[in-house]
Structures are given as structure tokens and as C-alpha cells.
């Protein structure tokens, strides 16, 4: 037998990423949180904003919480206006920033396909296809025959329990390496000067009346002009210091891959009723993952019986995958609000903002958190962008609801 | 190749039953009882695999499920991927070969069986090795409910494959005496074959049992909740890092052990011996005395045990102290190592190089206790610097830990710790458990071993044949690599090297990288600590998970007591939720829109009949019932009478219409409440959480009651004459029976609620019998319709009949994002309570927009066009450049019998102040017009409703 070499294809590391710095006393912007949405966050702060003087403090290791766990789907066929514009604008980032971070992220625009089980999934997705289109987000109907055509291993046959009626096809989603996208931003932050503090946990804030002038870290007191909350779950736990209370909610949300694998599925499948979403990653590991548990919880593990569920959902869509093995789970918290959507923007505190509650969405979004983040806290006033996704929608009513009729949860 | 490595007698294997399989397309032959492996190695088949990275052949490293290289692609009896060759049984017809890296998935449907089976027991030991045994002889005699569980195919652990002795008989007859009498006891269940993977909150494990192809399930997860656990999980050995340590022939010090005594198997002819530990001394005995040549013993450490020196001496086996094995030879399999004084420790190596030949090399680099199902269940770990890895170190579970897990090494201490844990657990199960007497044991002394990370003076100075993950080829270069890159942390290395991330999850290597990165970086390994251990154990196959759930069982199937009739009748049926509801009846040769409109037709002009039974029902009892409803409906239901029915909607606390129903007071303290098909499990969850931890004051108590009532909708002008044919006693008149409110009698010889309610405008009755009864009076019905051209029919004209009326159905015509307001059912809002559910939503600025989306009804222009459900509306014909502003989308859309035209209700921003106007639709590419309407097309006056 010819030996093969198949991850030898993979590209390498760069040889050098980030310094790991003691915190200085004082910054012109201090970023709570070291993952994805922090990282891109002080990347445009520098890029798009000339703010170099600034620290992402992170209190575990770099990208290491959610960015680390998550199962790297990039797409933007969200339903509503404000939704699609955010994620559009995050996957037109994604398209250049392999290049830009001079980092091999593996973004691979390969598609991705949702399923509808039910005719209200049917009419649901025809919906969210037309509303994407006028969007300008790429986005078709297929009928079943053609769901096969491009996705040949999954069962569209009519006797499943839940058949596939169709599914939205978005050709230009896909998936990315979550490591290297963070890394890639942490590199060039590196290399621009902004001090990666790890190891270093924000307790609390400082203030001078309703003005926020730095952070408590467990690595003593930093001074900071802004302070940019990026810590999805904790989020809520920090500004619980300051007396706001936060409107999300923190989940477990479990993944997991399996061995190495030949190549057999070309795309990326989500479904919402027979509730599993799955890609192949590049080395040939198949990497799932499906709903939240639904308790509420910190730790970054789940329940069995989740894992379960999912595993018959993945089995009664391709039935190929029976013997597969399940080589790790893991689980992440996710932050979720009460209308399904991220909460980004100003605070009830001056020079404190909040980018949080992205739910199971957000390492799609990371790119577009990131530019309009920094420009909220540039500015002091949201980007066009993200303004409808702020704090007071919760009070106004101006809800940006993606739970009901985008039937689809992440 | 006839088994010529096979020793002629010993070993656990059955001689009388030989069995014959395939690798890569040579027939060999093994027998009953042999691992893959080890039938592979007495065929002497050493290379097995190609390695995932570099394509380097790969051997048989170990003889358990931490085999790191030795991974194999069952083709046959079917195909399975990426099994270690040490954990597959070989049974006649194995058809396997070995695998460069990745698996392949068969493409035809795996034709097994998985199923699951629910436990609880007092004590759970997890590992039937000589500390598993012990604790579950003290565990068992105190009566408790216990289960042991050992992924191999018979019990005793490294007993099976050590050769040594227990009360100065064969350590394997204590096993089978102890197996014996752990049978007997009543509450007893072994579990052998079955791998503990998961350990999760409130000592809830999960195991996977191999069963056997030829088993009525093939793999049988097990889900036990345990009062107490004992982990005696054993320990992995740890390899060495130095050039070329990868290649074929080189093994575990200890597995090869386990191939000569449990297998009769010699994994070679000639071997070396490096170790830095009394622990492959061994090794080395057992395999000279079975007639290996042991050229040489290398040992790291500068005084070796004198016990073991005199052992060696006296079989003439010459022992290098302050030696190690810095780099090897061999292409397809080891031919030579390479040896070189390591002087004594902290001192850097001599250059004094010896080239010894053989074919086989045993390393060992101490032992890396299994931890695993420890750190899962969040027990936390130190690092214990005798045996230089790390061991448990306190849990909040009811577990401990006993054996070769704890750091533990000689097997007497091993049965000591065993019996003491499995006592403590009966006795923390609230047994009266004692110690049980555990066998004498030879002990010999144990000298400190040292501990070496990368081997020094290792001869490819850029470590990129140094392989510290054989399952990933990750080396010591990679490690230098991602250390020099800035990465100080251990999940930081692991993600730069991929070490640990392979079917093995690192059990050999998982300490040893964190010895290497430790050593790259200078500084303590147990500063560094572990990556996280994470479920499952050994990897488990999708199918065993997914176990019975799939195909028809994928989920439950709810169907009614009239559901084979509608079968029979050839009605196509819709999903809705679990239920299974007919669409429609579609007569030969009719498509979907001529049934349907054929089916309005009827009901409209004579009289159909619509199986509701789906609809959820829920019972609601207590003296505050009427209070509690006010609460969660947005109208008043307090002021119901008995014996009336009110439409109800339930609003979330955003003010979002939730779900609606019919309100019906059955009695002062009582009422029936309908919900929607779907949404009725919700409700009722919705309803008990308010109920439980909001309004924790109010007696009230609900009852699904969903599948006590077979129901049905008698609708159209004949309906009454129908049921005055059927029921006689009951008065059906308007004035005796009139809209909203009900009456109970006999239908058809059945005692029946009869309720006036009507979801098509037209004159209806809702006639409810037990489910027991559904289907006789169904067809008494049928049958007494006839005359009347009574029709079947389904949710899809039930749908068309609403729309034309402008009924609103939950979750199609609304979305989560839609007040009662928006619908126009501000009537159904009270004004006069003081809270309900969403009261105070709806004084939000954004929700008490007056140009929010509006329903209302669309008439395309061209009357012949059925607009698509989800197609978006716009305010110009022209659409511009995106993003195009749209105003809603439609969200119902169906051909009308009584129209003669398309129609369709849709939500539009600002809708009810555009009646009239003329708004686009895009269709494909082009937008057509369509004119806003009020969204009740048919009989806006209400006159059909009484008849």
C-alpha cells in the first residue's frame, strides 16, 4: 500500500505568534476577554482606529473558551435586515482575511445547506431565502433532489421519520480553523505592539461615579480610558459588579469529532428538527455538534443524553456515519438573550462597553464583531451595524427575534 | 506464515479453536481468544500501519486500547474504521488492513442493531485488574448491588498477562476463583467486554459493551447511576522519546510481557530492553525465560535494583546502567539501537555510541496512571514525582480511587487498596461491609525510577524523528517549534502540535508531552498540568449512541384512534410535530390543489368532516383556575360561564403571541383548554413553569388530556342535520345550542362533549368521545353524512377554509415577533385586568408602534397566481440594488374554491393603514403586484356561522 501523507497538506504554524507580557498599569483600552470577539476587537481598534495602547487581558489562556470549542460554521443567511447585515458584513471579512493576517485560516467557502423537515421549515426557509437575496446574501431553495446532488450521503429519502423537504443553500458559507483565526489575530496584535496579558482575570471595575477608569484583575488594578467587554457568560457576572444586570442567560453547548476519515461529505449539513449540524474538517475528522443543553450552567461540559440525541439525529441523516466513533466531546458556555440576538454596544456606564449574548453564533461573526466593536468603542457611539443589537432593545421592544422564524439556532 | 512466533503451549488463547482471517490480503491464522494483535505478531506481522503524517511504517506498540500506532480498517463482516489492531477480536471471516491515517465509512447501511440498557447500583467498579477484583469481593459479600465493568473480554487486568503468582498458585486461578464467586452473588452483574467512557454529574457513568456481531445488538451502551464508584482503572506505560522510537518492534516493556504469558506469543527473537524503571525487568525475564535473546537491558538510571541485577545475572542477561537508547535503525522493523551513556542524572551524555542488533525493543518509561474517567467526573490531579505523573487528587464525587490509578504499582498494594475501596464504598452505600482477605503476593523492592522526557544525547538533534505522539507524528521538534513560537501553555502546545488529538486522546503520550514541553520551556511537568480529559474514554461508534433511536424509533410517532381509517382511505398525511395528521384525500388521478379544492368546495356547500383530535388538550383544576388563566390568556376567562367557550390567545412575557386555543369552563374550579398540535407540549411546559416557580401561591393543577378524547370537527351548512341523524337526544338547534358553548350527550351510542366552535366561518360542531371510541363514531358519521356528500378532509384545506376567513394560524401566520395587536385581535386583549402575560410588553415604545406589521390580506393582480408561502413583499416594482427594503412577507398563500382566484395573508409594516394599495411581490426575479386587502375574504358579515 502507497503510503499517504494526509496531514502533511495541513500548513504549519508561523514560527512565531505572541509574547506573553505582564500587564502595564495603565491602557488607552483595556479588552476584558482573550477570545475570538476580543482579539478581532482590538485588531480593528488598531487596524481601523490607530489605538495601539491597549491590553486584551484574558483570565485563562488565549482563545481558549468558546473560540476553542465551537465548531467553526461561517455563514450569514440570517432572516431579519439587521441580523444578515451584521453576518454579511462578517463573511465579507472572512474573505479577505486570510490575506490580510497573512494566516492560512482553512477558510473553506464549501456551503452550507439547512434543512426543513416540516412544511412550516419549508415556508420558514423560502422566507429567509427571499429576505437573503434582497440582502444581498447568497442564498437558493433546493428541492431534495438537489440537496442530493450536492450532499450525496445524506438520506433524502421520503421514509425517514422527519424527510427532508429541502433546504436553503448558501454556496459562499463554509467553515474556518477556529484556532488559526484566533491565532492569526493574536499574531498581528503581537507584531503591532497590544499587549496579549493571559493568566489575567478581570474581578471587577473601577470607577469614578458612572464613569468606568480601569479594571481589577487578579494581576493587580490596570487603569484603561475605555474598557470593551468581550467575555461572553462572564459578561454578566462583571457587570453584576456595577449593579446592570444583563439579559443573557449562559448554556452549556457541547461538540465533538471523530477519527480521521476519508472524504465524504462536501459541505457543511445544519438541521433544526432532526437537530445535528455537521462538517468534515480539513484532516478528515467529522465535527458535529446541535442544540444547547437547556439548563443553565458555567462548566464547560454538558449531559450525555444531548450527546445522544445528536448521535441518533447524525446517524438517521447519513446513515454512514454509523460507525464512526465519537473520539471527544466537549462543551462551551454560550450566552444566550431572549431574543436570540448579540447584545453590542454602550452601557448605562461611561466608557464601559458591552459586546456579549452572541449565543451559538459567534465565531461566525467574530471578523464583524470585531470591526463594528471597535468602531462602537472608538467612536463612542455603535456602528451602524450593530446599533439595532443594543441593550436597550430589551426595554424598547425592539427586539431582533432570530429564535422564531429564522428556525435556526446558531 | 503458521503462527512460527506462537510458543507451543501456555497462554489464555483456546488451541482447539483456531480461526482464520485475512490482513491485506494474506490468510493467517489465530485462535479463539486472540487480539488482532497478538495473531498478527505470532504470524510475525510487525508492520501494521502507516503513520498519519509522514507515511513511516508503524508497529504494535502496546496491547490494550492505548495503542497509539497500530490502527486498523475492518472491511469484513463489516467495514468499520480506525480500530486499534489490540482491541479487535479476531474471529473467523475478519477481513482487516492497516490504516495510513484514515478511516473509511461504508457506503452501505450498517445492517447491526445498538440498543441501551438503565442500571443502578450501590457500588460501580470501574476495572476488573487485581484492585478492581479485591473491591468487588469487598463490595459483593456485604450484599450490595454491584457491577463491575472491564473493557477486556475476560477480568483480571495485567494479572492475564504478568505470569506472576497469588498465594504461591497462578495469579489467573485467584482471578477465576474471585469471578466465580462474584457470579454467584444474586446482585452481582459482570460486565465484561464493556468500556466505562463517560462520567458524568451525580456519579451518572456511561459504558459501552461489546456484544458480538452475531448478538441481538451489537453494541449495548449502558447508563448507570451509581451510589458509590471505585475507579480501578489502571495505568498506562509511558514510552521513551528518542530517534526513530517509532519504528515497528518497538513496544511497551510490559504489553510485550502480556503477548508472551496471556497470548503465547514472542514478539521477536533478539530483543533490547530500555527502561528507566523496575518495571520492564520484568519484561525482560518473561521473555528470556520464554526464549527471547535479551541482548541487552538498558537502564537509564545509574544504581539498578539488585533483585532484579540477580535475576539477570543468573539467566546471563547483561543490564547497561546509565545507558539509554538514543536513536534506532530499520526500515519495515527495528534492526539495531543505538546506545549511549546518559552519565548520571543532570549531567549531559557521553558520546560513547554501541549499535546492538535486534528485533525487538521494550521501552519503558514508567507508568501514566488512567485518570481519565477521574478528571471527567472533575476530580482534580497532582503530580506525583515518584512516579513522575500524575494521580487523582480528591473528588466531590461519591468515588475513590484504588489500585494502579492512584500511583500504586505492586500488585500486592494494588489488591490491599482494592479490597479497602470497595469496603469504604458498600460501607458509604450503607452496607456493613468488610475487608476481604486479599491473596499474598511476591513483592519485590522497588527502586526510584527516573524520570526521563526526552532521552538525552538523542542522536537527531532537531528531533524531528523524536516522536512524542506517535498517533499524530507530532515530535520534539514540533514541541520546540510551538514553544519557540511563544506557546507556554500545554493546551497552546497541544493545539500547535496536534498532540493528544488522536483515536487514543494521548494515553501514552499525553503525560509525556507535558514532560517534553515542560523540559522544552524549563520548567516543573506539574506545573504545567494536564489538557482536559474529556468523555469518551475509548472512542464509541455513532451508531451505539444513537442506539435504538432511528429509523421509525428516531422519534415517537403519535397517531390518532382514527389514523387507519384516514390510511385506508389513501389520505397523505403531514408531520406536525410527533402527530401524524392527514393532508388531504386525494381521489384518483387528482393532484394536491384539486383535492383541496374540492375539499373546500364540499365543506363550504355541504358538509365535511376534519379529524382534530391533535389539537393539544389540557385539563386545568383547582380554585384559583379562573385567576391563573387570566393570567396567561390576554382576555378574561374568569368571567366564563360554565358551559361556554371563549377563543383564547397566550402571549409570552414579550408580549409575542405564543399560542391560542379555545377556553372551555367545564365547571366552577374547571377548564378544558385546546392548544395547537404542535405547540401543545410547550404550552403545558410553559404553563407549569409560570405555575411553579412565578405563581407558586395558586392552586391550580394541569393535565395533558391531549390523547383522552378522540375529537371531531363536523363542519358546514349539513353539519347539523348530520349530527341531529346520529345524536337524537341532542338539541342542535341555534337556540338551544349556540355558538361557543357546549352540551354533553349521546352521539352515535356515545356519551360526548359536543362543542359549538368553528375554525372555517362555517356552522360546526366539535364532537369529542373517548379515544377508545374515535374511530366507531368516525365512521357512524361517515356513514350518516352521506346523503349529504359528507367529505373527509385535511389540514390543508382545514388551512385554505381559516385563511379564507382570516384566522391566524400560530407559527405560520406568526413568528415569535407578532402582538395581538398586529394580528387585529386587539379585542381579544383585555383592557380591564390588571396583569397578565405580555401586559406589560405592549406598552414598550417599539411594541406599541401603530406601523408595526400588520396581518392582511393580498390579492395578487393576476387572480391566477398562488403567491409563494415565504415570498417577501416590497414597496417597488423595481428592486434596486441590495439591500432592498422590504415591508413583510407573506406568510399563508393558497388557491380559494370560493374566490375562484389566489389569495394570501401576509404580515406588512404598517399593513392596515395600506388596505388598498398596491405592493410587489418578488416571484422569481420579477415582482408582481398585489393589492392589500383586509385579510377575511369570505362571509366578513359572520353569517354562515349559525347555518
Redesign the interface.
Known amino acids: 500500500?502507497a503510503?499517504?501523507?494526509?496531514?502533511?497538506d495541513l500548513p504549519?504554524?508561523?514560527?512565531?505568534?505572541?509574547?506573553?507580557p505582564d500587564p502595564k498599569s495603565s491602557y488607552d483600552v483595556v479588552i476584558v476577554g482573550g477570545g475570538g470577539h476580543g482579539l478581532a476587537t482590538a485588531y480593528y481598534l488598531a487596524v481601523n482606529h490607530g489605538i495601539t495602547n491597549m491590553a486584551v487581558l484574558e483570565k485563562g489562556?488565549?482563545a481558549?473558551g468558546n473560540m476553542?470549542r465551537n465548531t467553526a460554521i461561517i455563514r450569514s443567511n440570517y432572516l431579519w435586515?439587521e441580523s444578515?447585515?451584521l453576518y454579511e458584513h462578517a463573511l465579507k471579512l472572512w474573505e479577505g482575511l486570510e490575506e490580510e493576517l497573512d494566516y492560512p485560516l482553512l477558510f473553506s467557502q464549501r456551503g452550507v445547506l439547512n434543512l426543513a423537515?416540516?412544511?412550516?421549515e419549508k415556508?420558514?426557509?423560502?422566507?429567509?431565502?427571499?429576505?437573503n437575496?434582497?440582502?444581498?446574501v447568497d442564498a437558493e431553495w433546493l428541492d431534495p433532489q438537489q440537496v442530493a446532488e450536492i450532499c450525496p450521503i445524506l438520506n433524502t429519502s421520503e421514509d425517514l421519520?422527519?424527510p427532508v423537504l429541502g433546504a436553503t443553500w448558501q454556496p459562499r458559507a463554509g467553515i474556518a480553523k477556529h484556532?488559526h483565526v484566533a491565532w492569526g489575530f493574536a499574531r498581528a496584535l503581537?507584531r503591532m505592539g497590544v499587549d496579549l496579558v493571559?493568566g489575567c482575570e478581570v474581578t471587577g471595575f473601577e470607577r469614578v461615579g458612572d464613569r468606568v477608569v480601569g479594571v481589577e484583575t487578579t494581576r493587580g488594578p490596570i487603569r484603561a480610558g475605555k474598557v470593551a467587554m468581550a467575555a461572553a457568560g462572564r459578561t454578566s457576572v462583571l457587570t453584576d459588579t456595577l449593579g446592570l444586570r444583563l439579559p443573557i442567560q449562559s448554556h452549556p453547548l457541547q461538540a465533538l469529532v471523530?477519527?480521521?476519515?476519508?472524504p465524504?461529505h462536501p459541505t457543511v449539513v445544519m438541521s433544526n428538527s432532526?437537530h445535528v449540524y455537521v462538517s468534515q474538517a480539513h484532516k478528515?475528522e467529522l465535527v458535529l455538534g446541535a442544540g444547547i443543553d437547556s439548563y443553565n450552567s458555567y462548566s464547560q461540559?454538558g449531559?450525555?443524553h444531548t450527546?445522544?440525541?445528536e448521535?441518533?439525529?447524525?446517524?438517521?441523516l447519513f446513515?454512514?456515519?454509523?460507525?464512526?466513533?465519537?473520539?471527544?466531546?466537549?462543551g462551551g458556555v454560550v450566552d444566550v438573550t431572549?431574543?436570540a440576538s448579540a447584545i453590542m454596544g454602550m452601557t448605562p456606564f461611561e466608557n464601559l462597553y458591552v459586546n456579549c449574548g452572541w449565543g451559538t453564533g459567534g465565531f461566525k461573526a467574530t471578523p464583524g464583531v470585531g470591526w463594528c466593536f471597535a468602531h462602537t468603542v472608538a467612536h463612542d457611539e455603535p456602528h451602524p451595524l450593530n446599533a439595532p443589537f443594543s441593550l436597550e432593545?430589551f426595554?424598547?421592544?425592539?427586539?431582533v427575534?432570530e429564535?422564531?422564524?429564522a428556525g435556526v439556532a446558531h | 506464515m503458521s503462527n512460527e512466533f506462537r510458543l507451543a503451549d501456555g497462554g489464555r488463547i483456546d488451541r482447539d479453536r483456531p480461526v482464520r482471517f485475512d490482513f491485506?490480503g494474506q490468510q493467517l491464522q489465530g485462535y479463539a481468544g486472540d487480539t488482532l494483535a497478538s495473531a498478527l505478531l505470532a504470524n510475525g506481522v510487525h508492520r501494521v500501519a502507516?503513520s498519519?503524517?509522514?507515511?513511516?511504517p508503524r508497529g504494535i506498540m502496546a496491547a490494550g486500547a492505548e495503542e497509539p500506532n497500530a490502527l486498523v480498517q475492518v472491511e469484513a463482516p463489516?467495514?468499520?474504521?480506525?480500530l486499534p489492531a489490540t482491541t479487535v477480536e479476531v474471529r473467523d471471516g475478519l477481513q482487516a488492513?492497516?490504516l495510513?491515517?484514515?478511516?473509511?465509512?461504508?457506503?452501505e447501511?450498517?445492517p447491526?442493531r445498538y440498543d441501551?440498557m438503565h442500571t443502578h447500583c450501590d457500588v460501580l467498579v470501574v476495572g476488573a485488574g487485581p484492585a478492581g477484583l479485591a473491591a468487588a469481593l469487598s463490595a459483593a459479600r456485604s450484599g450490595a448491588r454491584v457491577i463491575v465493568a472491564d473493557a477486556d473480554t475476560e477480568f483480571g487486568g495485567s494479572l492475564l498477562g504478568s505470569g506472576q503468582t497469588l498465594d504461591g498458585r497462578a495469579a489467573t486461578d485467584w482471578v477465576r476463583r474471585t469471578t466465580a464467586e462474584l457470579a454467584e452473588h444474586p446482585e452481582v452483574r459482570l460486565l465484561p467486554r464493556t468500556t466505562v467512557f463517560?462520567y458524568?454529574?451525580d456519579n451518572?457513568l456511561?459504558a459501552l459493551e461489546h456484544r458480538g456481531d452475531d448478538a441481538s445488538s451489537r453494541q449495548r451502551?449502558w447508563?448507570m447511576r451509581a451510589r458509590e464508584v471505585v475507579l480501578a482503572t489502571g495505568a498506562h506505560e509511558r514510552p521513551l522519546v528518542f530517534s526513530g522510537n517509532d519504528r515497528p518492534g518497538i513496544m511497551l516493556a510490559g504489553s510485550a510481557r502480556t503477548y508472551v504469558n496471556r497470548y503465547a506469543v514472542l514478539p521477536g527473537r533478539r530483543a533490547v530492553v530500555f527502561t528507566t524503571n523496575d518495571s520492564a525487568y520484568a519484561a525482560a525475564i518473561d521473555l528470556h525465560d520464554a526464549g527471547v535473546e535479551i541482548v541487552a537491558v538498558v537502564d537509564a538510571r545509574e544504581v539498578v535494583s539488585t533483585y532484579w541485577a540477580s535475576l539477570c545475572v543468573e539467566r546471563g542477561i547483561r543490564i547497561h546502567a546509565s545507558t539509554g537508547v538514543v536513536s534506532t535503525s530499520g526500515t519495515d522493523r527495528i534492526t539495531s539501537a543505538h546506545l549511549s551513556s546518559l552519565g548520571p542524572e543532570g549531567n549531559h551524555p557521553t558520546s560513547v555510541r554501541q549499535v546492538v542488533t535486534c528485533d525487538l525493543l521494550l521501552v519503558s518509561g514508567g507508568w501514566n496512571p488512567a485518570v481519565h474517567l477521574h478528571s471527567q467526573a472533575r476530580g482534580s490531579v497532582r503530580f506525583a514525582e515518584d512516579i513522575g505523573a500524575f494521580v487523582p487528587d480528591g473528588t466531590d464525587q461519591a468515588a475513590r480511587s484504588a489500585g494502579a490509578v492512584t500511583g500504586v504499582l505492586a500488585t500486592g498494594k494494588c489488591l490491599t487498596s482494592g479490597a479497602e475501596a470497595g469496603r469504604d464504598a458498600a460501607r458509604a452505600a450503607g452496607f456493613d461491609a468488610e475487608l476481604a482477605r486479599v491473596p499474598d503476593s511476591k513483592h519485590a523492592p522497588i527502586l526510584a525510577a527516573r524520570h526521563l522526557w526526552v532521552v538525552p544525547g538523542s542522536g537527531d538533534s532537531d528531533g524531528t524523528t523524536q516522536f512524542v505522539d506517535l498517533a499524530?507524528?507530532a515530535t520534539v521538534a514540533d514541541v520546540r517549534?510551538?514553544v519557540?513560537?511563544?506557546?507556554?501553555?500545554v493546551?497552546?502546545v497541544k493545539?500547535?502540535t496536534?498532540i493528544g488529538?488522536?483515536?487514543d486522546?494521548g494515553k501514552t503520550s499525553g503525560t509525556l508531552s507535558t514532560g517534553v514541553i515542560a523540559e522544552v520551556l524549563g520548567v516543573g511537568v506539574g506545573e504545567l498540568g494536564t489538557t482536559?480529559f474529556?468523555?469518551?474514554y475509548t472512542?464509541?461508534?455513532?451508531?451505539a449512541?444513537?442506539?435504538r433511536?432511528?429509523?421509525?424509533l428516531?422519534?415517537p410517532?403519535r397517531v390518532t384512534a382514527m389514523h387507519d381509517w384516514h390510511v385506508e382511505q389513501g389520505a397523505l398525511f403531514?408531520?406536525?410535530g410527533q402527530w401524524k395528521r392527514p393532508w388531504y384525500y386525494p381521489h384518483s388521478g387528482e393532484d394536491m390543489e384539486t383535492a383541496v379544492l374540492r375539499e373546500c368546495y364540499a365543506v363550504r356547500s355541504g358538509v365535511g368532516m376534519q379529524d382534530v383530535s391533535t389539537l393539544g388538550k389540557i385539563d386545568v383544576q383547582g380554585p384559583d383556575a379562573a385567576e391563573f388563566l387570566d393570567l396567561v390568556y390576554t382576555n378574561k376567562m374568569s368571567t366564563l360561564k360554565v358551559g361556554r367557550i371563549r377563543y383564547g390567545l397566550m402571549c409570552t412575557a414579550?408580549?409575542?403571541v405564543f399560542d391560542d386555543g379555545t377556553v372551555t369552563r367545564t365547571a366552577e374550579h374547571r377548564y378544558l383548554i385546546s392548544t395547537t398540535s404542535?405547540g401543545a407540549a410547550n404550552v403545558l411546559a410553559h404553563l407549569e413553569d409560570w405555575l411553579q416557580t412565578e405563581w407558586t401561591h395558586l392552586r391550580v393543577h394541569l393535565t395533558s388530556v391531549t390523547e383522552h378524547w378522540a375529537t371531531i370537527a363536523l363542519v358546514g351548512p349539513e353539519s347539523r342535520q348530520v349530527l341531529a341523524d346520529v345524536a337524537p337526544e341532542l338539541d342542535v338547534d341555534n337556540d338551544g345550542f349556540g355558538f361557543m358553548t357546549w352540551q354533553e350527550g349521546n352521539v352515535a351510542g356515545v356519551h360526548a362533549r359536543v362543542c359549538r366552535i368553528s375554525f372555517s366561518g362555517e356552522l360546526a360542531f366539535e364532537i369529542n368521545v373517548p379515544w377508545w371510541y374515535g374511530r366507531e363514531v368516525w365512521e357512524v358519521l361517515m356513514a350518516g353524512g352521506r346523503p349529504y356528500g359528507i367529505t373527509p378532509y385535511g389540514t390543508e384545506t382545514m388551512h385554505v377554509l381559516r385563511a379564507e376567513k382570516g384566522f391566524p394560524i400560530v407559527?405560520?401566520d406568526?413568528?415569535?415577533?407578532i402582538t395581538p395587536h398586529d394580528l387585529g385581535m386587539s379585542w381579544a386583549v383585555s383592557k380591564k385586568k390588571d396583569d397578565f402575560l405580555g401586559k406589560r410588553?405592549f406598552s414598550?415604545?417599539?411594541?406599541?408602534r401603530t406601523d408595526r406589521k400588520h396581518l392582511v390580506g393580498l390579492l395578487p393582480e393576476d387572480t391566477n397566481l398562488v403567491l409563494?408561502?415565504?415570498?417577501?413583499i416590497?414597496e417597488q416594482p423595481e428592486?434596486g440594488?441590495?439591500?432592498?427594503p422590504?415591508l413583510g412577507?407573506v406568510?399563508s398563500s393558497y388557491r380559494s374554491a370560493v374566490l375562484g382566484s389566489g389569495f394570501a395573508l401576509a404580515v406588512v409594516k404598517g399593513g392596515r393603514d395600506r388596505v388598498g394599495e398596491t405592493l410587489y411581490s418578488?416571484v422569481g426575479d420579477r415582482p408582481v403586484p398585489v393589492t392589500v386587502t383586509e385579510p377575511v375574504f369570505y362571509d366578513k358579515e359572520g353569517a354562515r356561522r349559525d347555518g
Open positions: 500500500m503510503p499517504r501523507t494526509p496531514g502533511a504549519e504554524h508561523p514560527t512565531w505568534l505572541w509574547h506573553s489562556w488565549l481558549g476553542a435586515d444578515a447585515g423537515h416540516s412544511l412550516q415556508r420558514d426557509s423560502v422566507r429567509r431565502v427571499e429576505a437575496r434582497l440582502n444581498g421519520r422527519y484556532d503581537d493571559q471523530s477519527e480521521l476519515l476519508e465524504v432532526v478528515g461540559r449531559a450525555f450527546i445522544e440525541r448521535m441518533a439525529a447524525a446517524v438517521e446513515p454512514m456515519f454509523a460507525r464512526a466513533h465519537v473520539l471527544r466531546t466537549w431572549p431574543d432593545r426595554t424598547t421592544g425592539a427586539l427575534d429564535h422564531g422564524a | 491485506e502507516t498519519n503524517k509522514y507515511g513511516r463489516f467495514p468499520e474504521p480506525m488492513s492497516g495510513p491515517g484514515k478511516g473509511r465509512l461504508a457506503t447501511e450498517d447491526a441501551t463517560g458524568y454529574e451518572y456511561v451502551i447508563r499524530r507524528d517549534r510551538a519557540a513560537a511563544g506557546m507556554d501553555n493546551e497552546h493545539r500547535y496536534t488529538t488522536a483515536h486522546q482536559t474529556r468523555a469518551p472512542p464509541v461508534t455513532f451508531a449512541l444513537a442506539g433511536e432511528r429509523g421509525d428516531y422519534d410517532v403531514e408531520n406536525v414579550d408580549g409575542m404542535g407559527g405560520q406568526t413568528d415569535g415577533t410588553s414598550r415604545p417599539d411594541t406599541a409563494p408561502e415565504g415570498a417577501q416590497v428592486l440594488e441590495p439591500p432592498v422590504m412577507h406568510t418578488p
